[in-house]
Structure formats: structure tokens, C-alpha cells
């Protein structure tokens, strides 16, 4: 055994006794006639103590070490004379009896502190070095007990984890599937999941009754800024339930979370907002109700005045930003030039002062009086002090851009406490999606997803109305995770796929295992998916997934550190009956 | 909510309450005025009555129903006068006053009951139908206590379970990697994990000092009996530890398992036994060691009388089988047939029968005189009524054979009780294999096993000779699991690339991340993986691992249920730049 302890647990209790430590040496320095190693692991610092004065030879090999030597030390704990209350180890220090380098290192291309001089693209090629920093390690800490609270959460409300198979089969629809030509299936290719989503409706249909799953899924697709080539679901899936049952049983597993991991009760029930709702009143189907700043419509209000722009658009809508009406032209001008970015794609900003004194002071003065204003203003419950802020263009486009300048007034504002937690339920969710380019309706979430039996009616009069079953879980902004209950009725599932423009050959070549599954006595359904990297960097108070994964890939699907995706030797290609193209071409 | 109660929770003390409860239809039977339906879920099957007198229609409708419909029933709890002791519920039935058919389903393709009368091949295609079964159900649950009693235990050890990435880099060597050509980087290729060997050193050169996972990995290679292309590890790795620091790490959690899930103490310490012994004890390195019939070597005692077989062969090796002295002719020739198989590979078989009244009688009674015959009886200390099976050859290749002949007396004499459990620690393996066809010396295990230190100067003088720290945890002749103490020290590392004939450059471009981390300070390390698929197999008392696999591939490779691996289309080979050569040349 190379230690007794390690170098976070040896305390004032400990003093007199003689220890054995290893460990990483974070920084040495010489003071007179002592030499102080800090001495790092895993689980904390522990300062040793080298005395030129009484071991002269010893102290001079401590004088030897560098930063991140690996090294192990003998010795007698001791109490510090200048105490160190910040850390557990603080108040001793091991008066150094014996020294062995297991490893040197060579100075280690960036520091391994808190806030390191390494930059991005550096501590990815040396992940392995970002590691070694606290704060990196933490969120990898914290994934690991989340993950243990979640499987004990969900072991002891009966559900079973199940592993499915990850080498599965491709199908040509929705977002890209990563294919694995199979050597000994000569020309055929397995896929990787996207999500076990078939695989757990077939456990459903096998009675294992409420199910689960830690587990990777893939998709091949351009990366934006916080997706991974390969991330990480919770899994869930029910029988003989309603959509309140599975609300309910995630929001216990959430209130869990909250609560192990956090130490917060969250009070009260989760709020259940119909989608409509979200993008009337927040601009957005994953709103932030950490505060309130919701959006009003004007378009009432502001036609008819021969403001042609308020006129000819199809809506007008305004959000009322507590005590900014002393915002100075250039705050108002970046504003603008904010919601004219083209991701924003606003073609300008209407701003309406609320003044101190009663008044109103608009950049649209010319068209509308006092009264005009003031209308508006009731309208919205601005008080004195406020500002109004309206956009005004196509409906969709003009709430998404009010969204984004809503949390972008609630950043600047301090309205986006990261301590506080505001989870809601996103309902009632259109079952399909109109798409332009291919001219027909898509399922906006998968074809298994069931309507309110209440809509059916409407697939053939106003299919872009019919309601599905599903929900997302939201939390600060963020979508923690999503599902819906299933179609279990074969009838019903063939009349989704027809409806989904989907040939009778093509739905059975793709998913024919599951319809004929439904043959054979399918239970009622349902169940959810969240995003297992999304919901720890939410905890960790993170923007990027990226920083919750240990060894993340970079915007070009790349693992810098160990470079991959290569090439690979034509034998191997030979063997799996591949080409690869000329690419230059 | 579909239901109050499952199928499984009700009893005696439910009488008189009122209950919905849904389910699939196990059986039904009509008993003059009365239908009984065993309604079936994950927890059970409850008993319902329908009364032909007092609920004539009800009645009616139930007699309709088939096997596998999906029903849900509100009905009284009543005591059962004719009760069950064998089930939970066997004491209850539902007085039904609703029924509703909630999935009708045809008639299944095979019985869901204990000895179903569907072959494989139909089970596998109707995977999620067998999955009904209680048998097949079983063994998943127990995998999912299993994977839970894990993960708690090793996190309680201070192991942190870390995600390492599944789409990673090729490396030539070893087994076959399944490739997954990048939509992102044309002509380049990611590779799936055959283990997360690397990951889990960087993982110790990171200072994370424990880490463990249960984790997939793959392997694209010809399918043996037990084997599938997409397996699961236990995988773990600790720091500054020698190698019984981590045999009593995993002895721990070991014992946890036996005790946890079989309710076993394993009394005492396991057994470590070197590799040389257990070849020339066993003929085998994996050793059932829950009964003896040891090998003992006769190559001396045989010797120097005429019989030139024995005479002239490297070895010669005897089992004794305990009471086996009247076996007939008939199963001698059974027996000489076995070791004759081309798996076992013996020439022939050689008998002594020690007989009752002191003689003895053998195949080889023209050589030996009773004398000699008794020598070798006395030196396997045999007693009257005992049988010694002889075999010779090659030293690997017979000691192999006797293996195989110790396993088959055990099992026909009954000594494999699947409810004993004898788990022993193999150590001291060979650090390095050589290999006939490429003439050079290979990796037994992989090429980051250390050697003993004192071994090292091995290399230049006899290579085969160096012993590796590496060692495998066998319980009843099955490996569960293996590992070893790595080398942490680069220029060490350096030399072991040498041996195994790794040019520079190729060192560099399959492993330069690790020797490049072993750079910055790599601390001593060590780990082991077990085979989780197969450590549950054993503990369900089964043999193959696909018993225990939600859903398995067949001996090709393939999932029959999804039909996969499948053809993909042109424009998604096109996207990822391949061909598929023409298969038919």
C-alpha cells in the first residue's frame, strides 16, 4: 500500500501519529530553513514540512521536486503554527521523515489551478491534466452521486434498468444515425440509438411495467454550441398510466434531486402551461419563470394610428422592463442592435419610457399621443420608472425574438438567480409540424406519440391543430427533458404513420417489429426522456454540457486528446467490404 | 390511473375493499356458472371471477376474452375457498363487476409460460413475448439488483462511476473493433470500445485514484457459443495500489454479492493460485475448485516398461474417479469417445480400475504388473472402488484434455452443485505469449500490463519467462473477471512497445496520448473488468449469457426481432463517403 491516509482526511485529531501519503505536488516553497510541499489528491491538500536544519539531505531532494512530481512521504503529523481555516487538513502539517519520487512530470503545459492559464483547445488536448483541477473534477463528482441518487430513486419507486442494446437498426428518418458496418453481415450496418425509444415501448409491451436507463445515445448531426456527438438519457418508460401519473412520478424524482443533491424543497406542485400558452405569454416553449417580464400583445392597441409598421404587421407585442426608463441612448442603441442580430432576426426596436413624473417618452412619438401610451402602459402594468420594450413582425418569429430579449433584459437585470430553481411542465405540445421544404407534416416529437383521443377528428380537417400527449420538463430556461404517451393501438399507430406520409412498406420495413408487437396485447403507455448531461451542468450551475462530461468532443465531432475520429488501414476497410471515396473530388 | 393494486399485492387482509386492477389475460376457464380469469402482470396474477348467474353480460364478455388480451377489471376483494398456497395472492380473488378490453391481442406464436413451446429461433423473434415469461423476467431483475448492489457498494468504497466515451479511436491490434465512419470528417472513422482501457488510465494520470463503470463494450468478431458483438464491463481502476490492495478491493465487493443477492458468506480469504499450478493442478486456468480429482503426473512412474505410447510422449497426467471402479465397458468407451472429440484432442485413453478386493485392472495390463499399477494408485492416493483415467501427450495440449475429462466426471458424478460457489484469485500469469504465426511474442492480456520488477531482466534472456501482476477472479471454473497492475512508468512502457514489436511510430499513433500522459506524472495504478453479462449468468444458476441479456444478438451477430444489421441507402452512404464493394465477386 503506497499511503496510510490520503491527503484530505488528516485533522488536529490526528496529531503525534506517523503517516504514509502519496500524492501530486501542487506547489513548493522555500522559507529559510524549511522547504513547504503542497502535497494534492482527489480528496484535498495536505502540507509537508522538510527541515534543512535537521535533515539537510532530505530537505535538499524536496528542493529537487516540481510541480506535479508524484511522490510519497513518511512522516509524523503535526500541528501548523499558522493555520489555514479554509481547507479540512488547515491545521497540520507531516513533518517529512522520508521522500520517493514515484514519477517526475515535465512542467505540465498549463497550470493546475483554479483559474489556469490553459486555454480552451489546450486543456482538451491535455484532458487528462484539466482533470487534476478542482473545479473540473467537482462536476464529474457531482454527475457520479446524481446518477447514484437517480438509479436509487427510481430502484426504489419499482422501476427495473434495463440495458438495450446500442448496435440497432437505422432508420432514414429524423436527425442522423450513426451507422457500424458489420464484418461478419457483409454491405449491411447496424446503427447506433438516437434513443432506445422502440426498445422501450417493446419492454412495455413484454410487462416489465415501469422501466429505466442511464444510457448513451448518438446522433450525427452539426453541432451546436452544447450538443454532443454522444450524450447521455435518463430513460423512462410506464404502464397503465395517464399523462398525470407520469407527471407526478418525474416530478418526485426531480423534487428527490432537488433536494439530495441541492438541499432545496421546491414548494408546491410543478405548473402545467399548454405550449400555446409558453409562446403567448414567454415568447418560447422552455420559459424561464424565474421572473415575470411576460410579454403583452398590442396589436389592438397600437393599429390604426398611420403607424404603417404597427399596421401592416401580423403582431405587435411589448415587455415591460422594471425601472429602465433612465436607460441612456446608447443602453436603448444596444438593445437594438441586439434583437437585429441576424439569430434574433428583429427588424427594429420600439421603446416607450414610462417617466418618473407620469409622462411617456417613445421612439415613436410622432404617431402616438400621451393617451395612446398611456394605454399601453395600463395594459402592461408599467408603473413610473419602467420601460416598454415592443417588436412587432410575424407572429412566430417577433414572440421568439421577445424571448430572446426578455432573458436577455433578466441577465442584465439580475433576475437569473443560478441558486434558484423554478421547474414547470410544457403541455399539450402539436402532435405534427408543417415543413416547408418537404411539403408535408412531420411528427414534431416521434410517430409513437399519442393525440388527445378528443382531436383524432382533427387529422382529417386541421391536422396542425391535433394535440399530443406529450410534455417537456423545463427548468430556469432549459429543457430538461421531454416524452408523452404513447400510441399503443396498431390502428391508430398505422393511421399516424399514414399520416406521416410513410408507405405501408416503409413503416413496416422501419418499424414493422413494433407494430407487430402491438398485436400481441401492447398496455397503455407512456413515459419520458431528460437529458443526463443537461440536468448535472444545470446543477453545477453551467452553461455548456461540455464541462460536465469527461472526455467531451469538440464543435467538429473531435476528441483532440486522442485524436479520433483517423483514418483507418485499407485491410480493415477490405474486411468490412468498404470503400472509402475519393474526397478531393 | 388504470389501476389501485398490481397482480401481485393483494392478500387475505384486502378482503372487502374495492379494486381496479389491469393486466394481461395468463389463462381462463368456464366452471359451470362461474369463469375464472388469472390476470397477469410484472408482480404477479391475481384471480378473477366472473358470475354467469348474478352478471350475465359481464360474464358473457369475459368468456370472449383471449390469452394476452390487455384488460382491466374494478371488482371486490374475496377470500378464495379454494386457496393457493404457492402464490402471494393464492389466498384472494376479485369478484368482477367491470371489465374493459384495453388491447385485444392474437393468438401469441408460442405459450408465455414456464416451458414454453416456442423453439429459439421463434422466442427471439418475438423476443418481447418471451420476455413475458417469469423465467426470462427473473434474470433481468436479478441484473438490475445486481448492477444496483454495485454501484453502491462502490461508490460506498469511494469509487466514482465516470462516463468514458463510446465512439473512440481504432488500434490494429488485438480483437476487432467495430468502425463508425464520421458524417463530420469524411473518410474517418471512429471506433467503438472493446474496453475503456485507456480511458480508465487517464482516468488515474487525472488523480481521480477510483474509478469504476458498468459499461458496454464491443467486439466484431466471430461469435462463440457465450460470446455477443456487444457485451457489459464492470470496469475499475484504483490508484497507488499493488496488486493486493486491489484483490482485497474486489474480494470486497465480491463477498457484498454472495451476500447481498445469494445470501452466502463466503468463509475465509479466496485462494490465489499462480497460473503454472492451476495448469498443472487443473489443466486449466480457470479451475473449478468446488470438488478435487486434482491432476497428478505419472511420466516417471509409467516409464521404462515397454509400453512405448507412454514411453515416448512429454507427459502423462491421471485423474482418480472416486467409486468409479465398476464402470462397464460401455461407459469406458463413452469416455474414450469424449477425450477422442477434435475439441478435446486426446489420442486415446488409458484405465485403472482399483478393484474392490485389492487387485487391479487396466487397458494397459500387458506392461504394467500389479506392482506398477499399485505404485501409481498410491501416489494419486486412490482406494479400493476407485477409477484413475490416464492420458498422454504434448504437456498443453493433455493437460488440457484432462481438464476437460476432470469437468465431465464432475458433472456426471454430480459434484458442479449450482448453488456452491468456490471463487479464486489466478495470478502470476505470463507477461507474454508467443504466437506461432506472427513469430513474435504478444500481450497475453494487453501491453500496459506490468511485470514483476524482478522479472524484467527476463526480457533479454527468456521472454516467455516474465511473469505479469496481473490476475483473474474465477468462480466454478467460469472467469469473471481480470486485470492487473499497469505500467505507470513511460520508459518502461517504451520497452514493453519494443517487445511486442511496436515500431516507434506505430506506438505514437495508437498510444501516444497515454505516453504522452505518463509525461505529467502518472501515479502507480492498477484495476480489473469483470464480465457483468456472465457474473449474472452464474448467479442465475444459467450457462449462456444471452439468459440474461434483454436483447441479444445470435451466433451472426444479428437481432432477429429488428431485423438488423440491414442494408442502408445510397444517399446515406453517399454522405458518409463509402462504397460497398460488390459482395457476390
Redesign the interface.
Known amino acids: 500500500?503506497?499511503?496510510t491516509h490520503?491527503c484530505g482526511e488528516l485533522n488536529i485529531g490526528n496529531v503525534g501519529i506517523e503517516v504514509k501519503l502519496?500524492g501530486?505536488v501542487q506547489k513548493s516553497r522555500d522559507l529559510g530553513g524549511m522547504t513547504f510541499v503542497d502535497l494534492?489528491?482527489?480528496?484535498g491538500i495536505t502540507q509537508l514540512v522538510f527541515n534543512m536544519e535537521s535533515e539537510a539531505e532530505l530537505c535538499g531532494q524536496a528542493r529537487k521536486l516540481g510541480r506535479?512530481?508524484?511522490i510519497q512521504v513518511e512522516g509524523v503529523v503535526a500541528e501548523r503554527s499558522n493555520k489555514n481555516k479554509k481547507i479540512a487538513t488547515g491545521e497540520i502539517e507531516i513533518l517529512a521523515k522520508t521522500l520517493k519520487v514515484?514519477?517526475?512530470?515535465?512542467t505540465?503545459p498549463f497550470t493546475i489551478e483554479k483559474d489556469s492559464d490553459g486555454g480552451d483547445e489546450l486543456r482538451m488536448k491535455?484532458?487528462?491534466?484539466d482533470?487534476?483541477r478542482e473545479e473540473v473534477?467537482k462536476n464529474?463528482?457531482l454527475?457520479?452521486r446524481m446518477?447514484?441518487e437517480i438509479?436509487?430513486y427510481m430502484?426504489g419507486e419499482g422501476f427495473?434498468?434495463?440495458?438495450?442494446?446500442?448496435?440497432?437498426?437505422?432508420t432514414?428518418e429524423g436527425a442522423?444515425?450513426?451507422?457500424?458496418?458489420?464484418?461478419?453481415?457483409?454491405?449491411?450496418?447496424?446503427?447506433?440509438p438516437q434513443s432506445p425509444q422502440?426498445?422501450k415501448q417493446?419492454?412495455m409491451?413484454?410487462?416489465?411495467?415501469k422501466y429505466f436507463q442511464i444510457v448513451?445515445c448518438?446522433r450525427?448531426e452539426?453541432?451546436r454550441a452544447d450538443r454532443q456527438?454522444?450524450f447521455?438519457q435518463i430513460d423512462c418508460e410506464m404502464s397503465?398510466?395517464?399523462r398525470d401519473?407520469v407527471l407526478d412520478a418525474f416530478e418526485g424524482l426531480s423534487n428527490h434531486l432537488f433536494k439530495a443533491i441541492k438541499g432545496i424543497e421546491i414548494e408546491g406542485r410543478y405548473p402545467k402551461m399548454p405550449y400555446d400558452e409558453a409562446l403567448r405569454r414567454y415568447g418560447n416553449d422552455k420559459p424561464d419563470i424565474r421572473f415575470g417580464m411576460e410579454i403583452s400583445e398590442l396589436k389592438e392597441e397600437v393599429s390604426g394610428k398611420g403607424f404603417v409598421v404597427f399596421d401592416s404587421v401580423e403582431y405587435v407585442g411589448a415587455i415591460c422592463a422594471e425601472g429602465c426608463a433612465e436607460y441612456s441612448r446608447k443602453q436603448l442603441d444596444r438593445l437594438t442592435d441586439f434583437v437585429k442580430k441576424p439569430q434574433i432576426g428583429a427588424k427594429g426596436l420600439v421603446y416607450v419610457k414610462c417617466n418618473a413624473d407620469g409622462t411617456f417618452k417613445s421612439s415613436v412619438d410622432k404617431f402616438y399621443s400621451q393617451e395612446d401610451l398611456k394605454l399601453w402602459a395600463d395594459k402592461m402594468d408599467a408603473k413610473p420608472g419602467d420601460l416598454l420594450l415592443i417588436l412587432a413582425g410575424d407572429t412566430g418569429p417577433t414572440q421568439k425574438a421577445l424571448s430572446e430579449l426578455r432573458l436577455e433584459m433578466g441577465r442584465a437585470l439580475g433576475y437569473m438567480d443560478t441558486d434558484e430553481f423554478k421547474p414547470l411542465w410544457i403541455v399539450d405540445f402539436p402532435l405534427l409540424e408543417w415543413n416547408e421544404d418537404t411539403q408535408r407534416f412531420h411528427a414534431m416529437h416521434h410517430p409513437f406519440t399519442s393525440p388527445y383521443e378528443e382531436d383524432i377528428e382533427l387529422f382529417t380537417t386541421d391536422p396542425g391543430k391535433v394535440r399530443a400527449i406529450a410534455y417537456d420538463l423545463v427548468i430556469n430556461g432549459v429543457e430538461i427533458g421531454g416524452g408523452s404517451i404513447r400510441i399503443?393501438?396498431k390502428d391508430l399507430q398505422k393511421k399516424m404513420f399514414d399520416n406521416l406520409g410513410f408507405t405501408e412498406e416503409e413503416a413496416e420495413n422501419q418499424f414493422?417489429?413494433l407494430m407487430n408487437?402491438?398485436?400481441?396485447?401492447?398496455?397503455?403507455h407512456g413515459g419520458i426522456a431528460f437529458g443526463f448531461d443537461r440536468w448535472v451542468a444545470i446543477f453545477a450551475g453551467l452553461d455548456s454540457i461540455r464541462d460536465v462530461?469527461?472526455?467531451p468532443?469538440n464543435n467538429?465531432?473531435?476528441?483532440v486528446?486522442?485524436?479520433?475520429?483517423?483514418?483507418?488501414?485499407q485491410e480493415?476497410l477490405d474486411?468490412?467490404?468498404?470503400?472509402?471515396?475519393d474526397?478531393d473530388k
Open positions: 500500500m503506497y499511503r490520503n502519496s501530486w494534492r489528491d482527489r480528496y506535479e512530481y508524484v514515484l514519477n517526475a512530470s515535465e505540465p491535455y484532458r487528462y491534466l482533470l487534476r473534477r464529474l463528482e454527475r457520479h446518477s447514484i438509479r436509487n430502484s427495473m434498468e434495463v440495458e438495450t442494446p446500442v448496435l440497432i437498426k437505422s432514414p442522423r444515425d450513426f451507422v457500424v458496418p458489420s464484418r461478419m453481415n457483409p454491405g449491411q450496418f447496424y446503427a447506433l422502440t426498445f417493446l419492454m409491451v413484454a410487462g416489465f411495467d448513451k448518438f450525427d452539426d453541432l456527438p454522444e447521455t397503465f398510466v395517464e401519473d399503443h393501438n414493422g417489429f408487437a402491438f398485436r400481441y396485447g401492447a398496455p397503455p462530461i469527461a472526455f468532443k467538429s465531432g473531435r476528441d486528446m486522442i485524436d479520433s475520429p483517423s483514418k483507418i488501414v480493415q474486411e468490412l467490404f468498404l470503400d472509402v471515396k474526397i
